[in-house]
């Protein structure tokens, strides 16, 4: 496992400078998008289809993180690299690359605390009421953030350093990964899916539903802080309209349409989704109206290829 | 007291327009378990379908009541066919499979509906003509009453009260309840399941649509995005009041409007949107199903 791990970092380092020096700026942009969205859809996918708790507020814990990534390499960064640099006598890359390092935890930890700190009391409710709720929290972080001046505020965050690159990118795409596959894989794992199928059952065979759940929310709001942290370092500039609630609503589409309890699925939903507004690009103003037909033909196609699915068929007979 | 009565009824007239669209979001849930995300969008439609009719009667350069009137029904009834458009194409195909791909269709709804406006009606704000004068009509002191302020209020209690006498007293609410609490029953019964869902999509639609005409005289200010935040603000209202609750949506609407404009009006308007989400959690603490929802045991 350690050899494993050892060679996909080697191997993230080679594609790094590979990468850097041979694709176009727009792809690779669209590449580290791409990353970002695997690693958002896969966290949701904990919450929403390991867990079956509905949440739409994902974007509030992105923009957690986001903001207060930026804000330590915005305002302490210098001063950490000049430390760094100077009295330890590190090079500026690997002080560059500590920074960052230190930046990605605080994002995921605060938007985990910030998931603990919601999710105790909301995950009490249930259904269509919970996700009005954390649709409700996000839009308040939203708020909340606009009006504070120290982050911008309405102008925007500006002048935010960019320090993500292909291998962070890469890196903490696969932990993601690794982390939550291996957790929905585990015992925590089964409690988990328990508590999605019926969760009065699981109630009763002795599992702590509201540790489950509320352990999943902060797992989930940690790795959407860590996304929050790369986009904020990927764009340099940061506005509380990229964290509105279809931010959320995208990345819930991305889940649903990728089949809810599969990773597969999600991750490939996530490539596509992350591709498809960029190919049509090439149709200029038609190209909202077209996404937004092929998200309702691939819904209604994809019931179409499951057919009534066979819940409704036992129904029929009963 | 004179401000704070100014906002109140400022507030009152926001509650009731939310109410309104509040009720096609609560009616919808009711029979089909679905966030019709798409009906703020319905609110948008009816105001643009106001904006060129009023320009195709000369509905602003020689207004009068039953010009305004034609505008109003109009647009309600040709939104009520838009509903039952959206219902029939997108929704009844999805019904039997998981809530949650009808609820991202609905999603998908709504996106097209935004975009396509933009592309149709043009991205750039519109001023929705006066079809009614604004005149002040009563002064008690500072406070002023103008007869747009009463005409929202009266136009959106006439239309509540007869949506309460239509669920309430007519077959086909009684066909409604029977096929909100459950579809097989009534089916069983001889209702036109069908049928029932699609007449409760046209009548959600066209309250929004008359809910985009009053915000229209009031707010002259018409966008193909418009309708995002009211939507949202007006579904907030439902759940507050108890998803599926007629009453509920109307009370979860007036509460919405009057602490939205008391809180722009004494603390910031920036903060507004975040209040209406704070309360709304807050309730939802200590009500889990709203205000008047109902609150079942729960079964395996």
């Not at chain 1, 049509?280 to 109206?289: I, T």
């Not at chain 2, 350069?61 to 505008?71: G, H, M």
């Not at chain 2, 007006?234 to 507050?240: D, E, K």
């Not at chain 2, 722009?264 to 507004?272: D, E, L, Q």
Request: hydrophobic share 55%.
């Amino acid at each position: 496992m350690w050899l494993l791990n050892g060679l996909i970092v080697i191997t993230l380092l080679i594609l790094q400078r590979v990468l850097t020096l041979h694709l176009n700026a727009y792809y690779f942009q669209i590449l580290i998008y791409i990353g970002i969205n695997i690693i958002l859809a896969v966290s949701l996918n904990l919450i929403n289809g390991q867990t079956g708790q509905f949440s739409i507020g994902h974007a509030g814990f992105m923009a957690i993180g986001a903001y207060v990534s930026a804000s330590l390499t915005y305002y302490m960064g210098p001063w950490f690299i000049h430390f760094l640099t100077t009295s330890v006598g590190l090079p500026d890359g690997i002080a560059k690359g500590i920074l960052f390092a230190l930046a990605l935890t605080l994002a995921g930890i605060t938007a985990a605390s910030a998931g603990l700190l919601v999710g105790l009391p909301i995950l009490r409710l249930r259904g269509d009421y919970l996700a009005i709720a954390t649709l409700g929290f996000g839009e308040i972080i939203r708020v909340l953030i606009l009006n504070t001046d120290a982050v911008g505020g309405a102008r925007g965050f500006t002048d935010i350093p960019e320090y993500t690159h292909f291998f962070w990118l890469g890196l903490l795409t696969y932990i993601t990964l690794l982390v939550i596959c291996n957790l929905i894989h585990s015992t925590k794992g089964r409690a988990f899916s328990a508590i999605r199928e019926d969760e009065i059952a699981a109630e009763s065979i002795g599992i702590n539903t509201t540790k489950y759940k509320v352990g999943a929310f902060v797992i989930g709001s940690f790795f959407a802080g860590i996304a929050g942290c790369l986009f904020a370092h990927q764009v340099g500039y940061l506005h509380t309209n990229s964290f509105t609630f279809m931010r959320s609503i995208e990345i819930v589409v991305m889940v649903v349409l990728g089949g809810m309890s599969s990773i597969t699925g999600t991750v490939i939903a996530a490539i596509v989704l992350t591709i498809l507004p960029e190919l049509l690009r090439f149709f200029s103003e038609f190209r909202m109206v077209l996404y937004s037909l092929i998200l309702i033909l691939l819904m209604l196609g994809r019931s179409g290829v499951f057919g009534n699915s066979r819940i409704s068929k036992i129904k029929m007979t009963m | 007291m004179s401000e704070f009565l100014q906002q109140l009824i400022n507030g009152i007239s926001w509650g009731s327009i939310y109410a309104l669209i509040a009720l096609g979001y609560t009616m919808v849930y009711g029979v089909l378990r679905l966030i019709n995300f798409a009906h703020g969008d319905i609110y948008m439609l009816g105001a643009m379908i106001g904006y060129y009719l009023s320009g195709w009667v000369h509905g602003a350069t020689e207004p009068s009541n039953a010009k305004a009137l034609l505008i109003l029904l109009v647009s309600m009834i040709s939104c009520g066919a838009i509903g039952v458009l959206i219902e029939k194409t997108c929704y009844r195909p999805l019904r039997g499979s998981l809530r949650l791909n009808a609820l991202i269709t609905a999603i998908g709804v709504s996106l097209l509906l935004e975009n396509g406006g933009q592309l149709v009606f043009g991205p750039d704000p519109k001023f929705f003509p006066q079809i009614v004068k604004v005149k002040e009509i009563i002064r008690f002191g500072d406070v002023a009453f103008n007869n747009i302020q009463l005409l929202i209020l009266g136009v959106s209690i006439g239309l509540m009260l007869m949506l309460h006498c239509v669920v309430m007293k007519t077959r086909m609410g009684k066909a409604m309840r029977a096929v909100s609490f459950s579809h097989e029953t009534a089916g069983l019964m001889g209702i036109n399941v069908n049928r029932i869902i699609s007449f409760t999509f046209f009548i959600g639609s066209t309250l929004a649509a008359a809910a985009g005409i009053l915000v229209g005289l009031s707010n002259p200010k018409i966008e193909p995005l418009m309708g995002i935040m009211p939507g949202l603000k007006a579904f907030v209202a439902a759940v507050l009041g108890g998803i599926g609750n007629v009453v509920g949506a109307m009370l979860g609407g007036l509460i919405m409007g009057i602490s939205e404009t008391l809180v722009s009006g004494y603390i910031s308007s920036t903060y507004r949107d975040a209040f209406a989400f704070f309360i709304l959690i807050f309730i939802l603490l200590f009500k889990p199903h709203g205000l008047l929802g109902k609150t079942g045991p729960e079964k395996l």
